[in-house]
């Protein structure tokens, strides 16, 4: 098992920017994967960004607007989300899938309004 703890969510406005960052209570092997889902109210919770190995993979809605990273000697996974846009509100969930587990945070909520 691996603890998940998701930290930087909030309120910001329209065409701001936020950074998430999750820690993981062990060390993970970049061949795992490691990375975020969302969940809007009354939507199933949605990839939005992972990376395994050193490859990226993101959800074409945020694709140009969220980077996600990860610091192996940290044991942490980062999101920064430029240009954020109402729609990105939702709970956003730390995950990984380690030696055939699913891991989830208990998520951070992100809220983009003016």
């Known amino acids: 098992q691996v603890q998940l703890v998701e930290s930087g969510g909030g309120l910001v406005q329209p065409g701001g920017s936020l950074r998430l960052s999750c820690a993981a209570s062990r060390i993970i092997s970049s061949i795992y994967i490691m990375g975020w889902y969302r969940q809007a109210p009354g939507k199933q919770r949605e990839l939005v960004a992972s990376?395994?190995?050193?490859?990226?993979n993101y959800a074409d809605s945020v694709k140009g607007r969220f980077t996600i990273s990860r610091d192996n000697a940290r044991n942490t996974v980062n999101l920064q989300m430029n240009s954020l846009k109402p729609e990105d509100t939702a709970v956003y969930y730390c995950?990984?899938?380690?030696?055939?587990?699913?891991?989830w945070g208990q998520g951070t909520q992100v809220t983009v309004s003016s």
């Open positions: 995950h990984t899938f380690y030696l055939g587990v699913n891991n």
């Open positions: 990376v395994t190995s050193g490859i990226t």
